[in-house]
Every structure is written in structure tokens, then in C-alpha cells.
């Protein structure tokens, strides 16, 4: 058993005392049985704050799981505004922060979306499939994504960071953190770093660009792919 597990495990055992405290002493077990089977579906995040999904990996990946059933039939053809986007993701988990979709967007399209005071309507449209995959990979991966900004975030404003120091951190984090810090599968690490060490880049890669070129890994988007069938994994 993982760190990971073992946090999962603890989280599920002090939410269940939670979620049954004020549950007639008789009707607990039933309560129990009827949080576990939630749990099991995955449908227990829904209706949760950003901060109860972030709480456990399995969580997380619930969260995966139910963004994936809140979009099942649409095609990469599909596009929305992010108003649209976001309203869908409020459904689900009511008062879901608007900064999140923001980055989404951001990273879809590279550029900065300009309503960053609250959702409103945009010409500017986007795949839904796209942003879902991106928002799921910000989700699921979060911790380990905060880790990396730090690091970049330690070099300046810049976000910049020279490729052979980017290597031996990341070669440190999965050596030291694999069993702790639930990454990326490492073979996307070591592509988006081999891709850009191979081009023109004058030896250093941007936050962004290290982002995007780990999440749009085929082996990370089958990690994503994976978890739309998340409850049978169980």
C-alpha cells in the first residue's frame, strides 16, 4: 500500500465519522453502507466544494470520472464559451471557482482570457473535450503541478528554468516523491524534456511550455482516459 492509499484510507475514515455524526444511532450502519456505495460510484463528490475534491486522490479522480459523465456524447467538435464551460462544472460542484476555468482556457489557447473578474459571455470558443482533458489534468495532478509552479515561480518572473537543473529536479522529485506525490507518468517527464533539450531553445523551457508538453503526452492522456471508467477500476 502507497502513501497515497494510506491517506486516501485516513481522509475516508474521518469524512465517514463526519457525514454520520448527526445520524440516529440506529440508522448509522445504513448511513455507512449508503457513503461507501457513493464512494464506490464516485458520485459522492458531486455537489462538493474545489477544496473537499482536492482533499484525496480518489477524489480527484472521481472528479475526472464525473466531468467525464457531464460531457459523454459530445464530440472534440463540440465547443462552448467558457461561461458555458463553467456553468456545467457549477452544476456539478456548486460555486467551482471561475479562476480555474481561466487557466484552462489558458492553456488552450496560450493566451491570457480577458474576463477574469467572474464568467460572462466570450465570441471566444473552445472544444469542450479540450478543456475538460486540461481541467482534469490541473485536478488530478494539482499537487504535483504546485510543486513544479514553486519551482519555476524560484527562478524570477520569468517562469524560465535551464533544462539540465529542470531534469535532475524532476529525477529528485520521482526518486524521493513516487510513493508520496502522485505524478505524471515519468516517460511524459522525460519526453517534454528530451522534445525540447533537442530544439533551438538556447537550453532553457518556459512553466507553460513544460506543462503542456507533459499533459498532452500520450501516456498521460491515457491516464485521463482511463479514469471516464473510473468506479469499474475499483
Known sequence: MSANDDSDASFFLVDLMRSIENVRADDQVNAAIA??????LCTHIIGSNL???QDSLHNRKSFVFCLHQAI???DESYQVAPSEFHAILDTLFPGF??????EAVHAATGDTFTSSSG???SNQRFSVIVLSKILSFQILYEEWL????????????TMV?????????????QRNSGTTLFQPPF????????????????????????????????????????????????
Open 35 to 40: 457513503y461507501f456505495k457513493s464512494a464506490a
Open 51 to 53: 477544496a473537499y475534491i
Open 72 to 74: 459523454q456524447g459530445y
Open 97 to 102: 471557482p471561475w479562476s480555474l476555468v481561466l
Open 119 to 121: 464568467p460572462s459571455e
Open 146 to 157: 504546485k510543486v513544479i509552479e514553486d519551482l519555476f515561480k524560484g527562478e524570477g518572473k
Open 161 to 173: 528554468l535551464n533544462l539540465h537543473r529542470l531534469r535532475t529536479h524532476m529525477e529528485d522529485l
Open 187 to 234: 516517460t511524459a517527464v522525460v519526453s517534454a524534456l528530451d522534445s525540447y533539450e533537442s530544439s533551438r531553445n538556447g537550453g532553457e523551457i518556459s512553466y507553460q511550455r513544460f506543462r503542456s508538453s507533459v499533459m498532452t503526452h500520450d501516456a498521460v492522456q491515457a491516464e485521463l482516459n482511463l479514469l471516464q471508467n473510473y468506479p469499474s477500476m475499483l
